[in-house]
């Protein structure tokens, strides 16, 4: 990345030699090589002459998003090799889940990207809906909320983005607004789920439970509030020439080497290359709201930056109409008919604030035999899912996220792995940083946005 092409980086990832016609014909062709961690850094810094170091940044460095390690060759101040180390975060996430009913794994995938958990439940549970089946069958409510929570959950997990990227540029001003408009979302989840972050709110066949009392409303103050402050935010960093002077042309990777790395997100739309799945591929009624796909073409740090601002405005278009929707469905069902695979929805809690309430009490044990019957099996066993499997990706703040799901039969997953979009992009680190300034390393990872939490699982 030494040398330019119209004032960009030149690529990285160069064709092969010359004379290789064979190479030429297929395109460029990348090597992906792989060794033991231990032996790639034992090996790092060997035959390295007295003006190149070996650094190490992390795991414990408040720039690296986390627990991600990077070990950079420096020439100066030069990158000439970046490598990332992950792992720190594993928490045996999939391994877990095998072990739990199709239900009970919602409450382990929510906390893998801890950033955007109705992301990680939805892809989850739309993969198990497959399996079942019932995908036509989850009710229009249930519907419209999980199209609401994910993106209210896009905009507070691309505030965090812009926030903790703009800490790390030394705009400490870009990070205390970012996390004071996020503490409106996360106010938002926690009256309709209970909970702030890790909700395990939308469930196979629906969601956990209808929307409480004056939850519209306050979400028609939040987007009134949105509209705003985001515009305020917007104009703060665009007029800060040193904002602007950090990301552009910083991170550059265009659309070939996207393509190549598999990354997606706005990394990939920074390209210019408009591929969102809730356009492309569609699910939870995504095409039959009105939106716009956000693209930029520098193929920068500066264009992620942007496109997340613009997702956010294009967020709060949904948001407006999920909320129009809803107030026509007052009283509408959450969770599908289908009693066996239905968990009870409105668990009440009692007037302790712990347990169920009297009235659910008095339902399931003295009104209803069937309604005891599948209370007892669902929590107790869980029910069956037909033998099978299925991928559904959803269209996370970081890119395709997915769930591949399968199915021996039984009352628990005989395996689910989960397509992280930050472990995918996170790829791009080395292509983005060697050849640029060890500077430029904090605001390539940045524009990533990787979350440790996915990467690892």
Request: hydrophobic residues 40%; contains cysteine.
């Amino acid at each position: 990345m030494t040398t330019t092409q119209g004032g960009r980086p030149s690529d990285p990832y160069a064709a092969g030699a010359a004379g290789d016609t064979e190479g030429a014909d297929a395109g460029r062709v990348f090597t992906v090589t792989g060794q033991d961690w231990d032996e790639v850094v034992s090996g790092v810094g060997e035959g390295l002459d007295a003006e190149r170091i070996v650094v190490n940044m992390g795991p414990q460095h408040p720039s690296t998003h986390g627990v991600l390690r990077l070990v950079l060759e420096l020439e100066g101040e030069t990158v000439t090799e970046a490598r990332c180390g992950i792992g720190y975060l594993h928490t045996g996430i999939e391994k877990n889940m095998e072990h739990r009913t199709w239900t009970q794994g919602v409450t382990f995938c929510t906390r893998m990207d801890y950033l955007s958990p109705f992301f990680n439940e939805a892809t989850y549970v739309l993969g198990v809906e497959r399996l079942l089946d019932i995908e036509h069958d989850v009710p229009e409510k249930a519907q419209v909320m999980r199209v609401l929570l994910m993106e209210l959950n896009r905009i507070s997990s691309h505030l965090v983005a812009i926030a903790t990227g703009g800490m790390e540029l030394g705009a400490l001003t870009v990070m205390t607004i970012g996390f004071r408009e996020r503490e409106q979302v996360l106010d938002l989840f926690e009256l309709i789920t209970g909970l702030r972050m890790n909700h395990a709110f939308i469930r196979p066949g629906g969601v956990a439970q209808d929307l409480p009392d004056g939850s519209l409303a306050a979400v028609r103050d939040f987007v009134a509030l949105m509209r705003k402050r985001l515009p305020e935010i917007a104009a703060l960093c665009n007029a800060n020439p040193i904002f602007r002077g950090r990301l552009e042309g910083v991170g550059y990777l265009d659309l070939e080497g996207c393509l190549a790395l598999g990354l997606t997100g706005p990394v990939l739309r920074s390209t210019g290359y408009g591929w969102d799945l809730r356009k492309t591929q569609p699910y939870c009624g995504y095409e039959t709201y009105d939106f716009d796909v956000q693209t930029w073409d520098t193929a920068d740090s500066y264009g992620r930056f942007r496109i997340r601002m613009n997702e956010m405005f294009e967020s709060l278009r949904i948001v407006e109409q999920c909320v129009a929707r809803l107030e026509g469905l007052e009283g509408a069902p959450v969770m599908v008919a289908d009693k066996k695979i239905a968990w009870p929805s409105q668990l009440s809690i009692g007037s302790d604030g712990q347990g169920n309430s009297l009235d659910h009490i008095r339902h399931i044990m003295g009104e209803s035999m069937e309604a005891l019957i599948h209370h007892f099996k669902l929590v107790t066993e869980g029910f069956r899912v037909p033998p099978g499997q299925a991928y559904v990706p959803v269209e996370s703040p970081r890119g395709e996220l997915g769930a591949h799901v399968v199915s021996d039969g039984g009352t628990k997953p005989h395996r689910v792995h989960f397509r992280d979009p930050s472990f995918t992009n996170l790829q791009a680190t080395s292509v983005m940083s060697e050849g640029g300034m060890v500077a430029d390393v904090i605001v390539a990872v940045a524009s990533i946005d990787p979350v440790m939490g996915g990467v690892d699982r």
